[in-house]
């Protein structure tokens, strides 16, 4: 059974940071490319970044320069840390895993307050 299990989200203020991670178990974690997407009310759910099994990462225009990927086989977890916040980057934060078939996780709010 695969599971994707984010936590770290909450509420910050503008500028603040944050440390999302994603455990992640019944998959073979060292293949997957491991994401972070976000969905904000009433909009689609987008790419925030992603990084591959051989540590290449991309980020969304909207976030380079503020937030970093990060993974760590050994113990099958991907961070996503968020620095100097916007309140546009409140959303619901999905931890994703991807090889040939493609797994979500519940979802972590981040809301990020003016």
């Known amino acids: 059974q695969v599971q994707l299990v984010e936590s770290g989200g909450g509420l910050v203020q503008a500028g603040g940071s944050l440390r999302l991670s994603c455990a992640a178990s019944g998959i073979i974690f060292s293949i997957n490319t491991m994401g972070w997407y976000r969905q904000a009310p009433g909009k689609q759910r987008e790419l925030v970044a992603r990084?591959?099994?051989?540590?290449?990462?991309e980020y969304a225009d909207s976030v380079k320069g503020r937030f970093t990927i990060s993974r760590d086989n050994a113990k099958k977890t991907v961070s996503l840390q968020m620095n100097s916040l916007k309140p546009e980057d409140t959303a619901v934060y999905y931890c994703?895993?991807?090889?040939?078939?493609?797994?979500w996780g519940q979802g972590t709010q981040v809301t990020v307050s003016s």
């Open positions: 990084i591959t099994s051989g540590g290449n990462t």
């Open positions: 994703n895993a991807d090889y040939i078939l493609t797994f």
